[in-house]
């Protein structure tokens, strides 16, 4: 046993089994050093990040743990439920030592010294903030189920994006049920982007810890640090209180967001003036004030955050009494959707008014490249706004399968943040949509291609092997500025590009939003 002094009260280490405690001068338990973990959700945030704490903490058992068998045997398979570039190196090499995938969640639980939850919260689609507020259902029921099956004191850690105060309501059932044992709250948000998780998570920016401002609560916050702090640089763990960190999160998704729809605005001005705006993206990025990141114009932006997490953002607002904070964020969003609705009406302006009976060639469906995620894609919207005209649509990603893309775009809104098994379980095929596996395929006999989704690949298509397949005139509607727009007009395309000077066709039959 040994004598430590931190924070001006004396702790007394000992060893309990293979675990090692704390002892407080208020005679309670802390952890010190961690021997399991146990995550509670093996989704696009669980899993990748479960994977990487098992491969920096080789002296640590981890355990990813789920209700949906189907997703557990594909974590445990050579074909993981994502797709994230680096992700199947990293759990190759650490499952079957310390990383098991499970769908025994209260063993595991149980048995662990923290647990991460990383449920789902979506929007509420009735009640009280429907459209705005999230829907916390699934963490107050892993919530309980922890307080119900825990025989330890543990850390439970909010990973999910949750409201601001949400780890005050879980404080109070995990207190409220506790049975004599401890709960430490901490909010350990994630600001992973998809497409680089891994390296994200390898290397981040800053790992971000908030807890209660208590002896226990610090004691926590030290014990949650000491995991990341195996290969992150300790001046890159910020330590805040709790309300600081889950605000955090919203705030910076709300930033980001924010950029995207500035930049979107102007590739509007852009085309109604004959500027570029990725020459005037370029010269305001290079204020160093501002910076060059997230200046890229396109048809919109998506993922499951970016939306959800304004949504609340405003609803919150609301609650607290600041409608015009409220009016502000909401404004991201209505150009986002504007951006989307724009981009339709150029479609089908540019296409003699109507696209009725014509086949349209949709390039890309997931909502960025390098991942398979389809979550708040802008290509839904296009896809049903073309639907709604009753064009006949040939779909191609590289990452996303045709029943994601017809599950996609037969759901209401805001049922795709809810688990898989509580999403209709067979979704109604829609009609005038096909879903090929080449780019030619999806452009042969079409009368024009939507390109919505930034893959590389998009950039070396033959294109002049696509013109030749196509109906004249030929049209390419580049919603992520990828192409080389003057070598596809010396081909014979008719070309659309967000935000840059527009062809003499396009001028002629301008969009109306």
Same mark, same amino acid.
């Given at each position: 046993m040994q004598n430590h002094l931190n924070d001006g009260f004396v702790f007394r280490y000992k +060893? !309990?089994?293979?675990?090692?405690?704390?002892k407080s001068g208020k005679d309670q338990l802390f952890l010190s050093k961690m021997v399991k973990i146990c995550c509670i959700g093996a989704g696009y945030v669980g899993g990748p990040t479960m994977a990487v704490i098992a491969l920096k903490c080789p002296n640590i058992q981890v355990a990813v743990v789920d209700i949906s068998t189907a997703r557990i045997n594909a974590w445990n398979s050579d074909t993981l439920p994502i797709y994230e570039p680096g992700l199947d190196e990293v759990v190759k090499k650490c499952r079957g030592k310390n990383l098991s995938f499970s769908t025994d969640v209260e063993k595991h639980v149980a048995e662990s010294d923290m647990v991460f939850v990383s449920v789902n919260t979506p929007t509420k689609t009735q009640g009280l903030g429907a459209g705005k507020a999230a829907d916390l259902t699934y963490w107050e029921s892993a919530a309980r189920m922890i307080a119900?099956?825990?025989?330890s004191n543990k850390i439970v850690v909010e990973k999910s994006t949750v409201p601001v105060k949400t780890a005050e309501a879980i404080e109070k059932i995990l207190t409220h049920n506790s049975k004599g044992i401890n709960f430490s709250i901490l909010s350990n948000p994630e600001f992973l982007a998809e497409g680089t998780a891994i390296s994200d998570l390898l290397n981040p920016d800053r790992v971000l810890i908030g807890g209660r401002e208590t002896p226990e609560g610090k004691k926590a916050i030290e014990a949650l640090r000491d995991v990341y702090a195996h290969w992150v640089p300790v001046d890159r763990i910020l330590c805040t209180n709790l309300w600081s960190a889950e605000l955090s999160k919203l705030a910076a998704n709300a930033f980001l967001a924010q950029r995207i729809s500035s930049v979107n605005a102007?590739? &509007? +001005?852009?085309? &109604?003036?004959? &500027?570029?705006?990725?020459?005037v993206a370029h010269a305001v990025g290079k204020d160093t004030r501002i910076g060059p990141k997230f200046l890229n114009a396109s048809v919109g932006f998506g993922g499951s955050c970016f939306q959800k997490d304004i949504l609340n953002l405003v609803y919150i607002c609301e609650c607290n009494g600041l409608p015009e904070v409220a009016t502000y964020w909401k404004?991201?969003? $209505? !150009? =986002?959707?504007?951006?989307?609705? *724009?981009?339709? =009406? *150029?479609i089908v302006s540019s296409m003699f008014n109507t696209v009725s009976g014509k086949k349209i060639a949709v390039l890309g469906f997931a909502f960025k490249k390098d991942?398979?995620?389809?979550r708040e894609t802008p290509a839904i919207d296009v896809c049903k706004g073309l639907i709604g005209d009753k064009a006949k649509l040939s779909i191609y990603d /590289?990452?996303? =399968?045709?029943?994601q893309i017809q599950r996609d775009l037969s759901m209401k809104k805001f049922d795709w943040d809810h688990p898989v098994h509580l999403q209709p379980m067979? /979704? #109604?095929? !829609? $009609?005038? !949509?096909?879903?090929?596996?080449?780019?030619? #395929? &999806?452009?042969?006999?079409?009368?024009?291609i939507c390109i919505l989704t930034e893959w590389d690949e998009f950039k070396n298509l033959d294109y002049q092997k696509i013109f030749n397949d196509m109906q004249k005139p030929a049209f390419v509607f580049d919603g992520r500025n990828v192409v080389d727009a003057e070598k596809l007009r010396k081909i014979g395309f008719i070309v659309y590009s967000i935000g840059k000077p527009l062809d003499d066709w396009l001028k002629d039959m301008p969009a109306v939003a």
């Open positions: +060893l !309990v089994g293979s675990v090692e405690y704390i119900d099956v825990a025989k102007m590739s &509007a +001005l852009c085309e &109604a003036t004959g &500027a570029d705006v990725s020459q404004q991201v969003i $209505k !150009v =986002n959707d504007y951006q989307k609705t *724009r981009f339709v =009406n *150029r991942t398979g995620d389809t /590289p990452q996303v =399968n045709q029943d067979s /979704p #109604t095929s !829609v $009609k005038d !949509v096909s879903v090929v596996w080449d780019a030619y #395929t &999806a452009t042969k006999d079409a009368h024009g």
